[in-house]
Nanobody, 120 residues
Framework: QVQLVESGGGLVQAGGSLRLSCAAS????????MGWYRQAPGKQRELVAI???????NYADSVKGRFTISRDNAKNTVYLQMNSLKPEDTAVYYC??????????????WGQGTQVTVSS
């Protein structure tokens, strides 16, 4: 069974930085893409950043120039470096992976979420 385990959330002042990590484990054959989504109270979940095996990373316009997504394929881990944080970045951040398990098809998997709170 595939699991995504996130870490790195917390409370930070505006202008500060945080780094999120998400490690995928289980009977993983191939990971097509890994990314980060976020959901603020009363809002829909939205894409923050995504990196796939053959494309350049993509970012939401609201985080371009401030956030950087990176991936360590050997560790099945994706990172999100968040700089110049703003109060509007406050949300629960979820890791997502689209991957293929051994002897199975492609599926989408989600982490449990990690809270990021940016104070003004």
């Amino acid at each position: 069974q595939v699991q995504l385990v996130e870490s790195g959330g917390g409370l930070v002042q505006a202008g500060g930085s945080l780094r999120l990590s998400c490690a995928a484990s289980g009977r993983i054959y191939f990971i097509n893409a890994m990314g980060w989504y976020r959901q603020a109270p009363g809002k829909q979940r939205e894409l923050v950043a995504i990196t796939s095996s053959d494309d350049s990373p993509n970012y939401a316009d609201s985080v371009k120039g401030r956030f950087t997504i990176s991936r360590d394929n050997a560790k099945n881990t994706v990172y999100l470096q968040m700089n110049s944080l703003k109060p509007e970045d406050t949300a629960v951040y979820y890791c997502n992976a689209r991957l293929r398990e051994y002897f199975s098809g492609v599926g989408d998997y989600w982490g449990q979420g990690t809270q990021v709170t940016v104070s003004s």
